[in-house]
């Protein structure tokens, strides 16, 4: 069974090889990828239902650019889009309920 994450990350490798066929007659150069991305993964893909949210777009567009920064200052030994997802989910989980 997947997790949140597996289904997570599918769905950025689903964009990223959208994104490249969409962009083939300049090889996937795109200098505003971020937003096609956060387009595409609210409006066309099942990421809000997995976050049980539908994320602000200006605030997934964020995320993308910083994940990308960190990603490649990091160099962590996993995929991008494993290391996206697990980011994502934890910055889009619902905050506990605090109770007095």
Known sequence: MATDADRVAAL???AG?????????????DPDWA????DWLIR???????LN???VR???IYMLV???RD??????DQPWERFYAGKLLEHFQPAPVRRN
């Open 12 to 14: 950025l490798k689903e």
């Open 17 to 29: 090889e959208t994104h490249h066929q969409v962009y083939r007659i300049v090889e996937g150069q």
């Open 35 to 38: 937003s096609w991305y956060a």
């Open 44 to 50: 066309l893909s099942e990421l809000p239902a997995i």
């Open 53 to 55: 949210t539908t994320p």
């Open 58 to 60: 200006s605030e997934l």
């Open 66 to 68: 910083r994940l990308d």
């Open 71 to 76: 990603y490649n200052d990091i160099k962590p």
